[in-house]
């Protein structure tokens, strides 16, 4: 088991190393378990220094093997125990996914693909799921079913993720993006059967880490499209297929300035979504000042090119002066 301790010196991040070691040859022999501290950064070891330089080399080996490969095609997997994953590891991989990374992140994780673990399997659907929105073919209808099944891959993932650690927030939240994304190329139906799905998920994620920004936004999107539905098209789909229970504008503004407390001005898609939410309240000003807001930042990533237009559609039609 490994765990970061921010207090081990002056200025110091240790890694407490626990080993059992047991005798198999024989029968009755107890399990022996050793704890080592080794200091990543500056700061004094206080026990097992016989063994904190092959510990530290260890670690350190293993991360830069892993980043030397990532700019390479994988290899043959290497096994690792599942326990033993460092923070620092983890947050390598965040820091390849926030840069957008990709490729070097997703060659990177196909070396560990024997790491039994619900943080590194949803991070791996994570990253694949960024390369097939890259390619640009995510709905082309004439490769359709090839790309049913890529996604029902990466769902099954997460469904493994899940199944390791049903407390896992983000795990919930990429179960929720993928299952839509998956009902979405299998076609209307399909599509307002995963509702549900999808709404337990994304709300199960916001239980788990009511500071899940991306699982707010998502959430009060979802009742914001199906508010804003035509009334002759949600009778018609209520006849069918079992929607959400009743919602209400003000559900999804709340959820809208919650992703905002968490992460002020960081989405585009979560402003636009909160200056709506206050128009179809007839609360004017609010409304506009979150699509101005909307309509200053940059748009990053194709996602938010798309919803910066439709913020300037929106409010060239509600906003005319």
């Known amino acids: 088991m490994i765990t970061r301790y921010a207090r081990c010196g002056k200025r110091a991040c240790t890694l407490v190393s626990t080993y059992s070691v047991k005798d198999w040859t024989q029968k009755d022999t107890p399990v022996i378990t050793r704890t080592y501290y080794t200091p990543f950064c500056e700061g004094e070891s206080h026990s097992g220094r016989e063994h904190e330089q092959s510990s530290k080399i260890y670690w350190t080996g293993f991360l830069v093997a892993g980043i030397l490969a990532a700019s390479t095609e994988p290899e043959e997997p290497t096994k690792l125990p599942s326990d033993d994953l460092p923070p620092e590891l983890l947050e390598y991989l965040d820091n390849l996914y926030n840069t957008r990374q990709y490729v070097v992140l997703n060659n990177f994780m196909q070396r560990y693909t024997d790491l039994n673990s619900a943080a590194v399997l949803w ?22 079913k090839g790309r049913v099944t890529q ?65 707010n936004t998502l959430l009060g999107s979802l009742y914001m499209n199906l508010l804003d539905m035509p009334l002759l098209i949600r009778v018609f789909v209520n006849l069918f297929w079992e929607m959400p229970e009743e919602y209400y504008y003000e559900d999804a503004l709340m959820l809208f300035l919650k992703a905002e407390e968490v992460a002020p001005k960081t989405s585009i898609e979560n402003l636009f979504m909160t200056g709506k939410a206050y128009f179809r309240l007839d609360r004017t000003p609010c409304a506009k000042h979150y699509l101005e807001l909307a309509m200053a930042q940059p748009a990053v990533t194709n996602e938010d090119q798309a919803f910066l237009e439709e913020a300037k559609q929106f409010y060239k039609t509600n906003f005319k002066s």
């Not at 390369?131 to 359709?144: C, I, S």
């Not at 179960?175 to 994304?202: D, P, R, V, W």
């Open 123 to 144: 991070r791996r659907a994570r990253v694949q799921w960024e390369l097939l929105k890259q390619e640009g073919q995510d709905y082309n209808v004439l490769n359709r």
């Open 151 to 215: 996604m029902q891959e990466l769902e099954n993932l997460i469904d493994q993720a899940l199944a390791l650690d049903e407390n896992s927030s983000s795990a919930h939240l990429w179960k929720a993006i993928l299952s839509n994304a998956c009902s979405t190329l299998a076609g209307f139906k399909k599509q307002f059967q995963n509702l549900k799905t999808m709404e337990y998920h994304l709300r199960r994620a916001i239980d788990l880490d009511p500071n899940q920004a991306a699982a």
